[in-house]
């Protein structure tokens, strides 16, 4: 089951903010956050682990809530070049073949006006 | 420089017909994966390999099939028995290592004619 997320689009102007968000049913290892450029592939920004571990861009800041499996993607400052489709995968706790392989989010659209 | 190519960009199939997508890949990555992409419907799993000679069924295989044969390449072939093609699909490779993340291809655009 794909995780849920929430909302499924926001309109920004530049300079203001967003949180894009992420649940999932399942006990997870990690979260992962991408962002796509329409027909273009996409990005990596940030994953969270289990434990507190954050790997990812300086610019990029997220949460983790282990307890409740949900992830937090926040957007601050927006700049136009912040447009895209935002998509969390989660990795589940579960190993063996399981490792590295993500289900991803339905997605979120970005739109950042002048 | 290291990376990931999907060839081609756009691609046609007839009714029918079988079709190729190639992905390659020289980052010396064990684990790919093909993800295909719905408008709306974000990526959904298809096939993913941890090893040459290897590969398990993700989450919508039915009318797909897949080959690794080597380490750097990862095809997968869209059967006559995938009623509803069209999509773009994305190719991606990792370490398997747990929290690792994913580097994808460009994609390609399959269209039925």
Redesign the interface.
């Known amino acids: 089951q794909q995780p849920v997320q929430s909302p499924q689009a926001v309109i920004l102007r530049e300079g203001e903010d967003a949180v894009i968000n992420c649940s999932s049913s399942k006990a997870l290892y990690s979260v992962h956050w991408y962002r796509q450029k329409h027909g273009e592939a996409p990005v990596f920004l940030m994953i969270l682990l289990k434990g507190g571990e954050q790997k990812g861009h300086e610019k990029i800041s997220a949460s983790f809530n282990e307890k409740k499996q949900q992830s937090s993607l926040y957007l601050t400052a927006s700049q136009l070049s912040y447009s895209g489709t935002y998509f969390c995968g989660t990795e589940e706790r579960a190993g063996g073949t399981s490792y590295g392989k993500l289900t991803f989010g339905q997605g979120t659209i970005l739109t950042v006006h002048p | 420089d290291g990376g990931i190519t999907q060839s081609p960009k756009y691609l046609f199939r007839k009714e029918g017909q079988n079709v190729t997508l190639s992905c390659e890949q020289n980052l010396n990555h064990d684990?790919m994966?093909w993800?295909r992409q719905d408008p709306?419907?974000?990526?959904?799993?298809i096939y993913?390999s941890?090893i040459v000679n290897d590969f398990?069924k993700?989450?919508i295989a039915e009318g797909y099939s897949v080959s690794r044969e080597k380490k750097e390449s990862f095809p997968l072939t869209v059967t006559s028995a995938q009623k509803n093609p069209t999509a773009?699909y994305?190719c991606a490779s990792?370490?398997?290592?747990?929290?690792?993340?994913?580097?994808?291809?460009?994609?390609t655009?399959l269209s039925v004619l």
């Open positions: 684990a994966y993800y709306g419907q974000g990526l959904r799993l993913y941890q398990q993700g989450d773009f994305l990792s370490r398997i290592v747990r929290g690792e993340n994913l580097f994808f291809g460009s994609g655009q």
